[in-house]
């Protein structure tokens, strides 16, 4: 349970009824009785079940493709290869609901010529049973002819590397400068460079991809999938080669997403199926088809080289970034982007050089991921600011506290957030939650230590996207509510919440409203629920749709009650005289007396984040987020020396989040952001060997179980200056950075040196403490 | 299909008829006769979606064969409670927030009673034990294990049978 700390400038200007309250969610009862359906659940009469057959090698040459055994078997319906899709290409990047042009990097549907990665897709079947189309993709006959790969990005960028993508490997390139980086260093009294590394992230959601598809009588071909994105429907269109209105995207709620049901999954085969057998198809992954078919977090190397004077300002600061790109570009640019802007961190960094990369090689391909590209430079930063804490002697709060970015300041890229800079306030108060330096280790195998991260992340997509946001709210005869926005929900609450503005603005409760998402034909198109933007864009659409209809509804009541409209207020199912109670109507009759006005009881409203040009290419000066989020996380652990085993004993999170709507949602995208941050720190790797995954099941991928998770200590902050709703900024991305470096940061203080690498395996514990003593 | 035979699964009370071959695990079986609420997220044993009880024991559908499940009594999600009825364990997910995505909640329920089942009174420790071949990737379990542990006082205040 959270604690809402309030702080002198944070005291409510409203009392609001349903917003900020531990609600159960709408969606809560449909899944703990069973009922709720997700995408996998759905079925229909006379539909095949489709297999993806793929590349056992991650750089080769097709040279053979045979399929008339598999399509001799009986029950085999159809098998599609590359030979019957000539000219198809689907596009890998995709800004999702906005009309900006996107980048050159379409990618073939299936293996035509060359295979770049392991696990690349060559033939598709359907068959009458699951079983069927399973011994025919043993009978698909291919030989691979290897070519020579390259599975590192900085092997990837030596002349003579063997070529996966464009010209020289680099599929993307950020610069972001100010002021004068060298002569800072020059001056300095100290420079302080380390080079951080992170690792293949997988997003293991709990449900494998899986989509139902079938052509109706308008010859549309729906799509019952599990997406974070409805607004694909115009990549698949144009990959199946119909038009945009020909392709409907029916979502569901998503058994989890994390950044990995962004990009396209099993929506282009299941199309290309449906349109060629004209029959109902359903495509669900087995878990290793997941492990292998979608993107992964990036890994980066952040090299920091951090100026300091003695009396600890940061003077100067070179990074340096080098992603893996893996062979498909996908948001590769996008991603490292996030990386670049946030490289500094919430500090203010006057003379400022980044340079960052993204290199494609025969690895899997990378994409989004919870985080993206912001959390693995957090995950250095934040390890640095304790190494020049520690070189310079000083504690690392107060070294902190002289280089903060305060209220007001610019950020990296010499925006201003409009927001409140409070990472002052939040990293004092986990680091005082969780108690402050220990004054011992403890003797023995076992030691105890400390550590903190604070983190800037953005929320809402970047802003020269141009993204939009739509929801209709209307209000039925009966006095209830409805709801209607495309967003999708992959657990958060995203839809829940939307209902609970509404009705705070409508004066009415939750048990009210219902809410209809996720169709691209039917609901209005509420853009991607990706980037810590649902709450904020869709939630920002919602407030000012139901604005709108109150709006009417106090006209009606105020004229009935022969009063100006600003003394009348809605709540508890009720309009009355703000002064004056007793003058009141039932909400009921109130909406009955419009409905015989016929006064219009709807609305839809499209909300436009700020738009904003391209960052400078030179110099990455401009405007690249709406806003950001700042918060702070403080870790304690036990680290075996004799073992390396590392143990989380108490996770303590204090964030701002603006307004907090849902407190029980709030405080579930701490405590699972907090988990995947801790994976990630401990025990998370996707390992690949000459691009092949060897960790293609969840006894080999290792996340936190029910046992390594300790009770997260959340605090919440409401600066109530956040761009979404009632002052609201976001949460499911800022709730992961910071954890991954407060761990690092305890083990570097329990065994006084410091694993460079995530993640903090023993082993490399162990290897780390050898080093420490034969350096001794 | 040959090496098929036609058995009778008892679910949720009810008697279910259906023809299956040998591999087919009690998984698919259950999601072939509509009980979707099953969720199959590794088939291997690695995530505990699948959980249902058989004859009170919580375990992995994914690695038991529809065959040898003839003659025991198959309780999943749905048979737990309903929304006019629910189940304690039910009641605190949803009102504790325990769910989020909400895939993992069917087999994370069943596997909650099958650890009251055997100790109607677990310390925190012990849920964490029992529930640990059950991945959740949304929740860092923290609601989970509270909403387990509540329900199990309430359990026992109620006296319900285990
Ligand atoms: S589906 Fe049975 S344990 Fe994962
Ligand atoms: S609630 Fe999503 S996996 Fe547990």
Redesign the pocket.
Known sequence: MSTIVNLDDSVPNVNYRQVGKPLPRTDAAGKVFGKTPYAGDYQMPGMLHMRVVRADIASAELTHLDVEKARALAGVVEIITAADLPDRMAATDIPGQTGQKRMDTDQQVLVRKRVKYFGEPIALIAAETPDIANRAAELVAFTLKPIPGVYDPIEAMKPGAPIVQGKDNVVATHKIKKGDAAAGLAAADIVIENTYKTPFQEHAF?EPEVGLAWIDENEVINIRVCTQVIEHFRAIADAVGVPHNKVRIRGALV??GFGGKEDVTVEIYLALMAKRTLRPVRLEYTREDSLVGHGKRHPFTLTYKTGLTKDGKICGLDVQIIADSGAYVFLSPYVLLYGAVNAPGPYKVENLNVFAQAVATNNMFTSAFRGFGGMQSCAAYEQQMDECAKALGMDRIEFRRLNYLNTGDEISTGFVPPSAIWTEKCVDLAWKNLGGELALKKDGPIKIGRGVAAYQQSYGRLTFLHDTSEAWVGVEIDGTVIVRSGVTDI?AGQVSALGQIAVEILGVSLEDVIIYNSDSAVTPLAGTTTATRALYMTGNATKMAAEAVRKRLVARAAKSFGVEPDVVDLGGSRAFVIDNPETSMEFIDLVKLCASDGIHRSELVNFKAPFSDYLDPETGQGQAHPDYVYGAHAIEVSVDTDTGEVRVLRSVAVHDIGQCINRAAVEGQIEGGTQNGQGFALSEEMLYEEGKLVTPSFSEYLMPTSMDMPRVEISLLESRSGLGPFGAKGIGEPAISPVAPAIANAIADAIGVRVFEMPITPERVVNALKGAVGQM | MKNSKEIILKINGRNEKITVPSHRTLLEALRETGHVEVKCGCEKGDCGACAVLVDNVAIDSCLTLAWTSEGKEITTISGLGTPDEPHPLQAAFRDLGA???????PG?IIAAQGVINDNPAPTDDEIRMGLSGNL????GYAKILDAVGHAASEMRKNGEPS
């Open positions: 709990l058994g989890g657990g | 769910a989020q995505c909400g895939f993992c909640t994370m959740c990737r949304c929740t």
